[in-house]
């Protein structure tokens, strides 16, 4: 599988992506006790999280920037982060999905970085983040398909759309009890540099190696001027 990185996103300061392939993986295994004080602790963090200092968070505005540079609504589509953090303070919990879905909800909290996750044997062909280049639609994961307009910030396979906004991942490609390997995405934005978002990645696939101890993980860097593959 190969990953290209277009000349419209790297105009917004998205210079390199960042990905993770963590093999052998089991999405419904229990989390340990000590994952579960984790995820607790994380849902406590940001339960107590004051709100105005997070939406001036140097990553969070990174986030909502780009969004103003394609001219999208930040309302309409709030930082992943952000979004989570409002939604743990209005319901006192944060939902809870799969073991591996919960993982890097949580290192979101933490890092604040929007991690896209997908079912890597779903995907076809190639990965090309790009921004859009003619209209299409996205089908999100549990919820009506959306009208993607040219401009709009996506990565795709030959099939269709796996993610947008940075906010969205799509249905065809969610991480399922089916699933067996996984490709974890961090687009990041301007403010975001490539040793952060490796090492949170790096914590992710390090807590999903705890509760599926078979399970491998290696990290890559796309970028413009290298080919960057996963067999």
């Not at 969004?67 to 979004?83: D, F, L, W």
């Not at 890097?104 to 896209?116: C, D, K, M, P």
């Amino acid at each position: 599988m190969k990953f290209y990185l277009r000349d419209s996103l790297v105009q917004l300061g998205m210079t390199a992506i960042v990905l993770a392939k963590v093999t052998n993986v089991t999405p419904d295994v229990p989390l340990t006790k000590e994952l579960e004080n984790y995820i607790t602790a994380s849902e406590e963090l940001a339960a107590n999280y004051d709100r105005e200092a997070i939406r001036v968070h140097s990553v969070i505005a990174g986030y909502r920037a780009k969004m103003q540079a394609i001219g999208q609504s930040v309302k309409k589509n709030p930082p992943t982060a952000e979004a989570l953090i409002k939604n743990i303070q209005r319901r006192g919990s944060m939902p809870r999905v799969n073991s591996i879905v919960d993982l890097y909800n949580a290192e979101a909290l933490h890092s604040f970085l929007a991690i896209g996750a997908h079912d890597f044997d779903t995907i076809t062909e190639f990965v090309e983040f790009t921004r859009a280049y003619e209209a299409t639609v996205f089908f999100p994961i549990g919820s009506n398909e959306k009208q993607v307009s040219v401009g709009d910030i996506i990565y795709r396979d030959q099939k269709g759309v796996m993610a947008y906004l940075d906010a969205r991942d799509g249905e065809a490609y969610k991480i399922t009890p089916k699933t067996k390997n996984l490709l974890l995405i961090m687009q990041g934005n301007a403010n975001t540099d490539v040793p952060s978002r490796i090492a949170a990645l790096k914590r992710v696939c390090e807590n999903i190696k705890k509760i599926c101890p078979l399970s491998a993980y290696e990290i890559a860097v796309v970028t413009q001027k290298d080919d960057t593959f996963f067999e």
